[in-house]
């Protein structure tokens, strides 16, 4: 499974941007989808995710804010962003999680990069 993310740029405070990773194989297949994030100096931190059944959870730094949806015709994973803030700076990472026999397989994108000016 290959993650392919994209859409990341310069924005000012309060803007927005759609981030999209485009998957390598059908993600009705993919257990789960998501996004984290790492900022300078920071842990990688959870920030969305969605499951297969369309279930969708926030962190909730992000939660009003941002959305996230996948697209099975497209095998895409999106996270509209709005009302960005500086804090949300970070290099943005999607994931995949896929249920297999006997555990988990973790799969991740290259990260785009987000940085939100004041």
């Known amino acids: 499974v290959q993650l392919q993310a994209c859409g990341g740029g310069l924005v000012q405070a309060g803007g927005c941007l759609r981030l999209?990773?485009?998957?390598?194989?059908?993600?009705?297949?993919?257990?789960?989808l998501g996004w984290y994030r790492q900022a300078p100096g920071k842990q990688r931190e959870w920030v969305a995710s969605?499951?297969?059944?369309?279930?969708?959870n926030y962190a909730e730094s992000v939660k009003g804010r941002f959305t996230i949806s996948r697209s099975n015709t497209k095998n895409t994973v999106y996270l509209q962003m709005n009302s960005l803030k500086p804090e949300d700076t970070a290099v943005y990472y999607c994931h995949a999680r896929k249920v297999v026999v006997g555990g988990e397989l973790h799969y991740w994108g290259q990260g785009t990069e987000v940085t939100v000016s004041s």
């Open positions: 969605v499951t297969r059944s369309g279930t969708t």
């Open positions: 999209s990773c485009a998957v390598s194989v059908r993600i009705s297949s993919i257990s789960g």
